[in-house]
């Protein structure tokens, strides 16, 4: 065997799991090797970069759909009014007390005709004492029909009719004269047209209820007068609509003995009486003519009238008549047809000749 620098050429074999460093082929296969490495593990880390901001954006985009849900729900839950807290429109108001709200807010309307009454007035009108400066206003008076259903054992005497028209008086006409309008509540330009208002009434044995509901039970008719100071000009429907609307308050919230167990508003009739029609017209002529008429006068008496037409034929005929004249008579009508047969016949019949005797 030959030798290299004292080796056996056998030596120089490769032997197995080992390379040699000077072959060409066995270096660029590490350097691949390498580079694959590399390549992975930069493939790692870019892969967990991308989570890591994936999951950044996809925290920040819960919290801040929750943070904006939770002030939602904070804004609507503010404007929520819960009946536990709410001021009530119907609460009960003794001799001595006000109105749950106070009358002072002005509602959500600029343009007020009337001021809202004050908290001493709805206390006076709660109390029935009189309001200064009533006197000097238009008064207007109001019926009032009630159907009264009392319990079995009672009858309709006076002090049942006192309680029932101070009751009416505490707790429904503070309400006629706007002491329980909200301070967010909507209402029309002369709601607060009523200054001042009371009840007198009396009971109708005479008179029988009309539901038919209530005339089997212990039912009584009574008629209630409703007058009201007026602040200004308002059509007497618009207070009837005003009353009309306290008939639920009428029937449950007047707070009465055990002796009512029934109460209805059937009807509102308008006491006051209209002015009646004037008999002359209510535009009277002027004393003095316009300055300005709408025609000219004129001067003297005017002319008879015409006797011959107005319309004169015109003297000279048309040159271009629309029909040229016929001069003389008109000939007579002739005897003869007006289409003669020609002289000479066709040398083409229209029909072709029948060859032999025409049958019979």
Request: include cysteine.
């Amino acid at each position: 065997a030959e030798t290299v620098d004292g080796m056996d050429a056998e030596e120089l074999v490769a032997r197995p799991g080992e390379t040699d460093s000077c072959d060409p082929n066995v270096v660029f296969e590490n350097d691949n090797s390498k580079k694959k490495r590399r390549r992975g593990v930069g493939f790692c880390f870019c892969c967990c970069f991308l989570l890591l901001i994936g999951g950044g954006i996809a925290v920040w985009f819960f919290h801040f759909r929750n943070d904006g849900s939770i002030q939602d729900s904070e804004i609507n839950t503010a404007d929520i009014q819960y009946p536990s807290t709410a001021p009530s429109s119907l609460a009960p108001m003794g001799p001595g007390s006000s109105p749950t709200v106070s009358p002072t807010a002005v509602p959500v309307l600029d343009e007020l005709i009337f001021e809202p009454p004050s908290k001493s007035n709805c206390d006076a009108i709660a109390n029935n004492e009189t309001i200064a400066g009533r006197d000097e206003l238009d008064n207007a008076d109001f019926g009032l029909n009630l159907e009264v259903v009392l319990s079995e054992n009672s009858t309709m005497t006076r002090p049942l009719v006192d309680e029932l028209l101070t009751a009416i008086q505490e707790k429904i006409l503070p309400s006629l004269a706007g002491c329980n309008i909200l301070a967010d509540e909507f209402v029309e330009a002369w709601r607060f047209v009523i200054l001042d208002a009371f009840v007198t009434g009396n009971a109708k044995p005479d008179e029988t209820c009309n539901n038919a509901d209530l005339v089997g039970q212990n039912c009584h008719r009574m008629n209630v007068q409703l007058d009201v100071f007026l602040k200004g000009f308002v059509r007497f429907l618009d207070i009837i609509r005003l009353v009309s609307d306290e008939e639920v308050n009428i029937a449950n919230n007047l707070d009465l003995s055990d002796n009512f167990s029934i109460i209805q508003l059937v009807a509102i009739d308008s006491l006051t009486p209209t002015n009646a029609p004037t008999i002359m017209p209510s535009d009277a002529p002027s004393e003095s003519p316009s300055t300005r008429p709408s025609m000219a006068p004129v001067v003297g008496p005017t002319p008879p009238p015409t006797k011959s037409p107005t319309r004169n034929p015109t003297e000279i005929p048309s040159t271009r008549p629309s029909m040229a004249p016929v001069v003389g008579p008109t000939p007579p009508p002739t005897k003869s047809p007006t289409k003669i047969p020609t002289a000479s016949p066709s040398t083409r019949p229209s029909m072709a000749p029948v060859v032999g005797p025409t049958p019979p």
